[in-house]
């Protein structure tokens, strides 16, 4: 079977591997939906943590302890207390609102990302990029529907856990210039498990065989989830793949309606449609960019090397 797949073309590889991604995620959420009826969600952000840490490590130090080896434990530390804060929102917004409304507001990530490159990494907003973040932004309030008798507090979790999410994602893109993929995965782990044990203790209860069960199923479908995105990513340019992480919210929509009875309110398809829109649009116009840059320094490559001088032996 691998072999025949290797032989596929890379566009349909990149396709298989995001459709299993986008099952996976969604399969994920309903893992901490059922696991959250029985224990508090700051209890089931420690224990996805414990177990990913778990499945991660072993792998991770097969070869020994130099992913461990980084002289930026500090930004490894942000980052850890980024993701804490991006697991802890999630897991409440999966907990205390309607699966399909709370994945729709997430797809605000590559929004917030954008706007928080601005601001800290001085990254410039032209035209089509805020011409996006508005119409984004205008599907997160046609959700929510401000003033409205529907409009619930819990609306602000995965909002909040977008804005964490993609300032973390802004920290590992600082992390990947110095630091391997491997060690940036293992601090992840090695960091937030102890950092959410914390809160996790001032609402402990004792789990059940069943919850443990559901965060361990949970955090191995997390790890799929990474592992499908990252060789997707491999194989196929990133506009064509990160397209396939909105398959999750159909999927989501069938679930919870089959497994817990939640029917997606028609406020949900437009304002869905403008966040995802508004995510496809920037997502392929910023590669669209850096296609552009990429050719613009092999052209200035090819300029200097005409212009050194020749190398004449006798």
């Known amino acids: 079977m691998r072999k025949w797949f290797g032989t596929l073309p890379p566009y349909l590889q990149a396709t298989a591997f995001g459709i299993m991604a986008s099952i996976s995620a969604a399969i994920f959420s309903v893992f901490v939906r059922l696991a959250t009826e029985q224990i508090d969600p700051l209890q089931a952000v420690f224990f996805r943590n414990l177990f990913g840490l778990i ?18 434990l500090p930004m490894f530390t942000l980052r850890a207390v980024l993701s804490m804060g991006a697991m802890s929102f999630w897991f409440m917004s999966i907990a ?15 929004l917030f990302g954008t706007v928080l490159a601005t601001i800290f990494l001085g990254e ?14 205008c599907g997160v309030l046609v959700i929510i529907r401000p003033g409205s008798e529907t409009v619930q507090l819990a609306s602000l979790f995965p909002i909040a856990a977008a804005i964490c999410m993609a300032s973390a994602g802004l920290s590992i893109k600082s992390l990947s210039r110095t630091e391997k993929p491997t060690t940036i995965i293992l601090y992840m782990m090695l960091l937030t498990t102890p950092l959410t044990l914390i809160p996790a203790l001032f609402v402990w209860q004792t ?7 559901l965060m361990a199923g949970g955090a191995f479908m997390a790890n799929i989830t990474q592992l499908c995105n990252t060789n997707a990513f491999r194989v196929y340019e990133y506009s ?7 398959l999750r919210l159909p999927f989501v929509v069938v679930i919870a309606l089959v497994m817990f009875g939640e029917v997606p309110e028609i406020w949900l398809v437009p304002g869905a449609a403008l ?10 116009r910023e590669a669209k960019l850096n296609r552009e840059a990429n050719r613009i320094k092999r052209g200035l490559s090819t300029t200097a090397s005409d212009l050194d001088p020749p190398n004449i032996t006798k």
């Open 55 to 72: 499945l991660i490590a072993p792998l991770a130090l097969r070869g020994g302890l130099a992913p461990l080896k980084t002289t930026r």
């Open 96 to 110: 205390y609102m309607p699966l399909a409304e709370a994945t729709a507001l997430n797809f605000t990530v590559p």
């Open 124 to 137: 410039t907003i032209r035209i089509h990029r805020l011409a996006a973040l508005i119409t984004g932004f």
């Open 207 to 213: 789990p059940s065989l069943e919850v443990i069960g």
């Open 240 to 246: 064509f793949v990160i397209g396939f992480n909105y």
């Open 275 to 284: 966040i995802i829109g508004a995510a496809l649009y920037i997502a392929r």
